[in-house]
């Protein structure tokens, strides 16, 4: 089991600046993949940003330039950068943890964050 608390959402002005915590706790070390997804109000969730225990990082083209995902795996988690931050970015922000088992792969969510971005 993995457990997912996501921090750092909140309220800013269009162009500014957030950065998204996502603290991993549980069997952390067979967390192949992460990521950030969002929901915005009326609309379905999508894909922000991966990455991967290669280090390998994608991004929906929405967000390319503007938002960076990493990992810290000494504390756990990963972030998310989000500059230059557009009105249509506001949204509920969810953590994602991919776990390998023999099983197969198991999906973990964090409860979210809102992000809201004034014009």
């Known amino acids: 089991q993995v457990q997912l608390v996501e921090s750092g959402g909140g309220l800013v002005q269009a162009g500014g600046s957030l950065r998204l915590s996502c603290a991993a706790s549980?069997?952390?070390?067979?967390?192949?993949?992460m990521a950030w997804y969002r929901q915005a109000p009326g609309k379905q969730r999508e894909l922000v940003a991966t990455i991967n225990s290669g280090d390998n990082r994608n991004y929906a083209d929405s967000v390319k330039g503007r938002f960076t995902i990493s990992r810290d795996n000494a504390k756990n988690a990963v972030n998310l950068q989000m500059n230059s931050l557009k009105p249509e970015d506001t949204a509920v922000y969810s953590c994602?943890?991919?776990?390998?088992?023999?099983?197969?792969?198991?999906?973990?969510w964090g409860q979210g964050t809102l992000v809201t971005v004034s014009s």
């Open positions: 994602n943890a991919i776990l390998a088992t023999v099983y197969g792969d198991l999906e973990f």
């Open positions: 549980g069997h952390t070390s067979s967390i192949n993949t």
